[in-house]
């Protein structure tokens, strides 16, 4: 498999990780139809595990619409599906997560573990708002990770999206359940900036 993408600049090869998406982190953006915001930052680097395109596909009702967006940011190439070989070192941890409690006594879900496993053996970088199930691992393994809540803010920075775009966005995750870390975007963004 193909872990990154390679790009010549002058001379030099630049290689970029691979964010793994867990099912909360993704759904956020999915919910509010601001997966754009993913693809402007990352372009051909999200990974979707299995796991977690099956946690997205299992809902009833409105939460089809999560299936729909996953689909199409599949079909135009804005992400790319993941399974894992069972014989892979990746299988082999994810096997691990999935089946022995934390040393919280806590058992992670599949997505979360598909994307622990998958950042830690093809060094890639976990996508994912459950810090409460991630971060023993993300300590362990040494992990780079992010959150919605941060892709938000890289977003403002890197001026994809305004201050005013970032506000309505966060507000519209909020109702739909998505814990962000802050009640909005400006107070996030200022307890982060100390």
Not at 74 to 98: H, P, Q, R, T
Not at 134 to 141: A, L, N, R
Not at 155 to 178: D, G, P, S
Request: hydrophobic letters at 40%.
């Amino acid at each position: 498999m193909i872990w990154y993408t390679d790009y010549l600049m002058e001379g030099i090869v630049l290689t970029k990780k691979k964010l793994f998406f867990d099912t909360d982190c993704i759904s956020a953006f999915l919910w509010v139809d601001e997966s754009s915001i993913v693809t402007k930052l990352y372009g051909d680097c999200i990974a979707i595990p299995r796991q977690v395109y099956n946690e997205l596909s299992a809902g009833r009702g409105q939460a089809t619409v999560l299936k729909t967006r996953i689909d199409k940011m599949l079909e135009c190439k804005a992400a790319i599906l993941v399974d894992m070989e069972l014989e892979s070192a990746e299988y082999g941890l994810y096997f691990e997560l999935v089946t022995t409690p934390s040393a919280a006594g806590r058992y992670i879900g599949k997505g979360e573990a598909a994307c622990i496993a998958l950042a830690k053996e093809c060094n890639g970088i976990l996508a994912s708002n459950n810090l409460k199930d991630t971060e023993e691992y993300i300590k362990k393994f040494n992990l780079e990770y992010t959150t919605t809540a941060d892709i938000l803010v890289e977003a403002y920075n890197k001026r994809i999206i305004t201050v005013e775009e970032a506000e309505r966005i966060w507000a519209e995750m909020l109702l739909r359940r998505r814990k962000l870390g802050a009640d909005t975007f400006k107070s996030y963004l200022e307890a982060h900036l100390m």
